[in-house]
Nanobody, 126 residues
Framework: QVQLVESGGGLVQPGGSLRLSCAVSGRTFSSYTMGWFRQAPGKEREFVAGIGWTGASTYYADSVKGRFTISRRNANNTVYLQMNSLKPEDTAVYYC???????????????????WGQGTQVTVSS
């Protein structure tokens, strides 16, 4: 049973920062490709960032490139999303996802991820 639990969401002012964490249960975490997605009310769930199983390859949506950074620490089965220079349009529920195929390059398609967390709310507002 693989479980993903997100934390770190909350209310932040425009221009501020948040760091999301995703704790993953499972002894094969080190071979998983990991990703972050987000979903705003009335919109489709969209890809935000991904990191390959080695941690060497990352990929970002154009909307967050240069502002967000994804990283992983295999020692404690945790994936992070550092979010800087936050904008009101970043407001959404953020989901952590795992791809058990362990791809070197992280995919952006939701269909290629096998496990999902429950999400954490991020609100950017004055």
């Amino acid at each position: 049973q693989v479980q993903l639990v997100e934390s770190g969401g909350g209310l932040v002012q425009p221009g501020g920062s948040l760091r999301l964490s995703c704790a993953v249960s499972g002894r094969t975490f080190s071979s998983y490709t990991m990703g972050w997605f987000r979903q705003a009310p009335g919109k489709e769930r969209e890809f935000v960032a991904g990191i390959g199983w080695t941690g060497a390859s990352t990929y970002y949506a154009d909307s967050v490139k240069g502002r967000f950074t994804i990283s992983r620490r295999n020692a404690n089965n945790t994936v992070y999303l550092q979010m800087n220079s936050l904008k009101p349009e970043d407001t959404a529920v953020y989901y952590c996802a795992a791809d058990r195929s362990g791809r070197y390059y992280p995919p952006s398609s939701r269909n290629l991820y096998n496990y999902w967390g429950q999400g954490t709310q991020v609100t950017v507002s004055s």
